[in-house]
Nanobody, 128 residues
Framework: QLQLEESGGGLVEPGGSLRLSCVAS????????IGWFRRAPGKEREGVSY????????KYADSVKGRFTISRDDAKNTVHLQMNSLKPEDTGIYYC?????????????????????WGQGTQVTVST
């Protein structure tokens, strides 16, 4: 079974950048679509970005579109989330999640319930 570990979170001022990484250990990473989710203080977890197994299809929440970029490097079993122009409302715990999908496809999974494997999360705080 795949295991996921997030890193790269921290404290950053508004307008700053962070690069989150989700590193997987275990088999068949390239047979998993990946999603990034976040939980802001006092709010429910929400989807941020998703990427297909072929890496060629991806989607962003409206709130982060144009500021965040998702990418995957299957040779390193890693998915990155580059976050630029950060805002205080981006504060929260960021989770990566995985779901098995046919290799080399453009399928995206946008519902939290579809994901079967979750990391522990990494804290992102945007504040002065």
């Amino acid at each position: 079974q795949l295991q996921l570990e997030e890193s790269g979170g921290g404290l950053v001022e508004p307008g700053g950048s962070l690069r989150l990484s989700c590193v997987a250990s275990g088999p068949l990473f390239d047979h998993h679509a990946i999603g990034w989710f976040r939980r802001a203080p006092g709010k429910e977890r929400e989807g941020v970005s998703y990427i297909s197994t072929n890496g060629g299809n991806f989607k962003y929440a409206d709130s982060v579109k144009g500021r965040f970029t998702i990418s995957r490097d299957d040779a390193k079993n890693t998915v990155h989330l580059q976050m630029n122009s950060l805002k205080p409302e981006d504060t929260g715990i960021y989770y990566c999640a995985a779901v098995m999908a046919p290799y080399g496809t453009s399928w995206l999974f946008e519902r939290e319930l579809e994901y079967t494997i979750w990391g522990q999360g990494t804290q992102v705080t945007v504040s002065t």
